[in-house]
């Protein structure tokens, strides 16, 4: 069956560290790719996605994203965490000509001021 | 633009009364649109998958008597939890995309339900 995993739950980080959080699937053919967030109290919010072309995807507030076919991968990545980064994230996976999204548990990013 | 919205919010019942929660899509098309539960601090759980003008596509072990879905239109889709229990309470979760297959999945607000 497929499945989405996320490796870290829980991330406490202090402000400037760079942050990678990992996404791995297990799907053998075309996969597109999301990171979600959700900051407190809001709803789920498309953070980046992939489709083909580049497999380094850039989202929306310095976030990027690699895929990495041989690995099975698509890890988060930002270069410098601030305050306002602390959020859940989840990764999900949407495979071939299914419609439905497969998702992550989600990781629990807290970034320390 | 790709704005879901829910409503209600929040709402609170009585057990054995039917509660109806409503997605609309604002400003696209909605082909698709999907129904999750959120429990606390946990991932999205898929119910169902709604495409307009058909039945609605439930996924295992969620009822579908119990929990109504209708798509009656490509920016509208209800979800009618029937004769809700303290169980039932949860965080309701939709979403809609357009087009085909593995598009974006752009998600509502949420509605929070609490069954007294």
């Known amino acids: 069956a497929q499945s989405v995993s996320q490796h870290n739950h829980h991330v406490i980080l202090s402000e400037a560290a760079s942050l990678e959080l990992g996404c791995n699937y297990s799907?053998?053919?075309?996969?597109?790719l999301f990171w979600y967030v959700q900051y407190p109290g809001q709803h789920l919010q498309l953070l980046l996605k992939?489709?083909?072309?580049d497999p380094l995807v850039k989202g929306i507030k310095g976030f990027e994203a690699e895929f990495i076919k041989s690995k099975f991968s698509f890890n988060l990545r930002k270069p410098s965490v601030q305050w306002s980064d602390t959020a859940e994230y989840f990764c999900?996976?949407?495979?071939?000509?299914?419609?439905?999204?497969?998702w992550g548990l989600g990781t629990s990013l807290a970034v320390n001021p | 633009g790709a704005v879901v919205s829910q409503h209600p919010s929040r709402v609170i019942c009585k057990s054995g009364t039917s509660v109806k929660i409503e997605c609309r899509s604002l400003d696209f098309q909605a082909t698709t649109m999907f129904w999750y539960r959120q429990f606390p601090k946990q991932s999205l759980m898929l119910m169902a998958t709604?495409?307009?003008?058909?039945?609605?596509?439930?996924e295992q072990g969620v009822e579908k008597d119990k929990f109504l879905i209708n798509h009656a239109s490509l920016t509208l889709s209800t979800l009618t939890v029937t004769s809700a229990h303290p169980e039932d309470s949860s965080f309701y979760i939709c979403s809609a995309s357009q087009g085909r297959p593995g598009t974006t999945q752009y998600f509502g607000p949420g509605t929070r339900l609490l069954v007294l």
């Open positions: 799907y053998g053919g075309t996969v597109n």
């Open positions: 992939y489709f083909s072309g």
């Open positions: 999900a996976v949407n495979a071939g000509n299914n419609r439905k999204l497969i």
């Open positions: 709604s495409n307009e003008g058909s039945k609605a596509t439930y």
